[in-house]
T-cell receptor, first 113, second 114 residues
Framework: GDSVTQTEGQVALSEEDFLTIHCNYS??????LFWYVQYPGEGPQLLFR?????EKGSSRGFEATYDKGTTSFHLRKASVQESDSAVYYC????????????FGAGTKLTIKP | EAAVTQSPRNKVAVTGGKVTLSCNQT?????MYWYRQDTGHGLRLIHY???????EKGDIPDGYKASRPSQENFSLILELATPSQTSVYFC?????????????FGEGSKLTVL
């Protein structure tokens, strides 16, 4: 079945550091890929999505590029702020009319001021 | 603004008891989902639905049933609750279709099974 792998369980950075959170997926065809962010006490909310090879999604300074060749959708931000502290989830929705949405294990990002 | 409401927000149950978690959405979305969230596992899909009367098994359906009596409502039922089902449960709704797929989540229901 479809799966999403996030290799970093926790990331700790200082303000203005560069962020990378790795996401690799396994699915047939062309799944739609998502990044969600979750703040304490809330449900996850969509950061952005991409549905085609080489498409870049972006929002609030975060970005990721859909790469079918390496089956990856890595999240990056050039300069993080304390307010970016949250849990980040990579997710996919299968191709071929499949409405099932699969999430990764999540990455807890902590930014030190 | 999309709205998904879960109840109860907090629940303490005894082992072997029956628990029903309810979810209501006012987005008129066709699809609804139930996930559980556990440290180290992220969000895992339990059941989902394409519309009223339909339920589909997700990745971890054992020990859970689901019911979708209407477009707006989707319930998760634990007939015989066990301590391993202690978790935070999230309901979500979403549109159908390749270029949508965005989920709108409720605020979560924290379940403790003693």
């Amino acid at each position: 079945g479809d799966s999403v792998t996030q290799t970093e369980g926790q990331v700790a950075l200082s303000e203005e550091d560069f962020l990378t959170i790795h996401c690799n997926y396994s699915a047939s065809g062309y799944p739609t890929l998502f990044w969600y962010v979750q703040y304490p006490g809330e449900g996850p909310q969509l950061l952005f999505r991409a549905s085609r090879d080489k498409e870049k999604g972006s929002s609030r300074g975060f970005e990721a590029t859909y790469d079918k060749g390496t089956t990856s959708f890595h999240l990056r931000k050039a300069s993080v702020q304390e307010s970016d502290s949250a849990v980040y989830y990579c997710a996919l929705r299968g191709d071929y009319g499949n409405e099932k949405i699969t999430f990764g294990a999540g990455t807890k990002l902590t930014i030190k001021p | 603004e999309a709205a998904v409401t879960q109840s109860p927000r907090n629940k303490v149950a005894v082992t072997g008891g029956k628990v029903t978690l309810s979810c209501n959405q006012t987005n008129n979305h066709n699809n609804m989902y139930w996930y559980r969230q556990d440290t180290g596992h992220g969000l895992r899909l339990i059941h989902y639905s394409y519309g009223a009367g339909s339920t589909e098994k997700g990745d971890i359906p054992d020990g859970y049933k689901a019911s979708r009596p209407s477009q707006e409502n989707f319930s998760l039922i634990l007939e015989l609750a066990t301590p391993s089902q202690t978790s935070v449960y999230f309901c979500a709704s979403g549109d159908r279709g390749r270029d949508t797929g965005q989920l709108y989540f409720g605020e979560g229901s924290k379940l403790t099974v003693l």
